[in-house]
């Protein structure tokens, strides 16, 4: 007798090495792009204000991508969508490269975006099938495999540079390799996720298509969250240059430590959510990263603002994973298009922190203006409930030992 159990756990690790290489080629492919910015805009001769506003039409893209790759999810398979966002994410990294011209980079940097934003739903809707199968929690581990596709990228990226390699050459040979790894993780990802997603929970959402107050409220703490990751990402070695004074190349060394402890902090929530809770993983994850932003405000020594930005890295690794996997197990029959809705509104976060400590920095010091992912962890920190799974009718969410 064939053992079905078995061959269960058999598909499930199968599909977690495919949608692992799905979430390292999305990391790689947006990496190669990422650092072929100044190329780029050498080649089509725009400004920095003119590169500003067509990386806000990137990001209109995405919100898009994300917003139509949900229901269709649901309709059709995450599986699907997932193969042919990666492709077409592979194949768009060629527009940017050929472009010359600002209108059609621009047109290329919507389409970019656009698979960029439905490769993202669409994976982490695989990841959520893939995690309720397994004993424990697994979403934070692929979210480190993005991060682990992230430098990779970035030093492919960096080493072609130094070779003089033009651009449509490298940036065309990893649209290739992204294109033929989707393909490879293909055959092994989880098939049947529009059947389940149509058989569980109840049909309110699927009717009526609002934004349920659960929605809201994970996508409240997804904004809230990213928003403070968006602030690192883009004003940390800032920081650090116009409080401490240093060197380009010193201040730097708190976007590595930051972007370090991230990855560390992905590889290791799982095994804390796993024995602790998802609620925990958010709470005191939050508290870590306040306690660190609040020693960046004060410290006027370099290792102590190094120290506080790598825990502030560490304590926001592991909520978004959870608030992702919590939006995916809501139970309304329409687990990608809830997925879309938090991922959308997480991500306009993810854009409008830069933003708003930028304009909030006319007014006080930089180091002043971190106060708001400070008080953004700490409200994270006491809302951590948000994320504590909820059985609901046909729906199991992830076991926890």
């Avoid at 999305?26 to 910015?37: D, E, T």
């Avoid at 919100?63 to 492709?87: E, K």
């Avoid at 990893?174 to 996720?193: E, Q, T, W, Y």
């Avoid at 825990?311 to 309304?332: C, D, E, H, K, R």
Wanted: charged fraction near 10%; hydrophobic fraction near 50%.
């Amino acid at each position: 007798m064939v053992d079905k159990s078995a061959q269960v756990q058999a598909r499930a690790r199968r599909a977690r090495a495919a949608v692992f290489g799905v979430f390292g080629v999305n990391g790689f492919l947006f990496a190669i792009w990422v650092v072929h910015i100044p190329s780029v805009e050498r080649r089509t001769e725009i400004s920095h204000s003119t590169l500003g506003s067509l990386l806000l039409i990137l990001a209109v893209g995405a919100i898009v991508g994300m917003q139509t790759s949900g229901p269709l999810s649901d309709r059709f398979g995450s599986n699907r969508l997932v193969t042919i966002a990666g492709v077409g994410l592979s194949c768009a990294l060629l527009g940017p490269a050929l472009s010359t011209h600002v209108v059609a980079l621009g047109a290329s940097l919507f389409v970019f975006g656009m698979f960029n934003g439905a490769l993202d739903v669409s994976m982490n809707s695989q990841a959520v099938d893939i995690e309720r199968l397994y004993p424990r929690p697994i979403m934070s581990s692929f979210h480190a495999l993005f991060s682990v596709g992230g430098v990779v990228g970035s030093l492919v990226g960096a080493v072609t540079l130094s070779a003089d390699v033009p651009i449509t050459v490298s940036m065309g040979g990893a649209a290739v390799l992204g294109a033929a790894s989707i393909a490879l993780c293909r055959p092994f990802l989880m098939s049947d996720a529009a059947d389940r997603a149509a058989d569980s929970g109840t049909s309110e959402q699927k009717v009526h298509g609002h934004f349920s107050s659960r929605v809201l409220a994970l996508g409240a703490l997804a904004f809230a969250l990213l928003l403070s990751e968006g602030v690192a990402n883009d004003w940390s070695t800032l920081q650090v240059k116009e409080h401490l004074g240093t060197s380009d190349g010193t201040a730097a060394l708190a976007f590595g430590f930051f972007a370090a402890m991230m990855t560390v902090g992905r590889f290791c929530a799982d095994r804390i959510s796993g024995r602790f809770g998802a609620v925990a993983v958010v709470r005191y994850g939050n508290l870590i990263a306040a306690a660190g932003m609040a020693l960046v405000l004060v410290s006027d020594l370099l290792p102590l603002t190094l120290v506080g930005w790598a825990a502030f890295g560490l304590g926001l690794s592991g909520s978004v994973p959870q608030i992702f996997t919590s939006a995916g197990n809501l139970g309304s029959g329409a687990a990608a298009t809830n997925m879309s809705r938090v991922v959308g509104m997480g991500y306009v976060g993810l854009l409008a922190g830069p933003a708003i400590i930028g304009w909030i920095s006319h007014f006080v010091s930089l180091t002043t203006a971190m106060a708001v992912p400070l008080a953004l962890t700490l409200i994270a920190a006491l809302a951590a409930g948000t994320v504590r799974p909820r059985r609901t009718h046909g729906v199991r969410p992830p076991a926890q030992v």
